[in-house]
């Protein structure tokens, strides 16, 4: 039973750092930002990362 826990982790692991990956290069792709021309962003994840960091958020 533990080694079935094991691997379905490993997997979803792997799984959800893919889906991450690919997300944010969708975001990096997307040249519109949430901000609009309030900030100087090259694309939406950099909007995003902006926004988190400064605790908008938390």
């Known amino acids: 039973m ?34 609009g021309d309030a900030w100087d962003f090259n694309n939406s994840w950099d909007d995003i990362c902006a926004q988190f960091q400064s605790g908008l958020y938390n």
């Open 2 to 35: 533990k080694s079935e826990h094991y691997v379905l982790s490993k997997f979803a692991n792997e799984i959800a750092e893919q889906i991450s990956r690919k997300t944010i290069f969708g975001l990096q792709g997307i040249k519109e930002t949430l901000s």
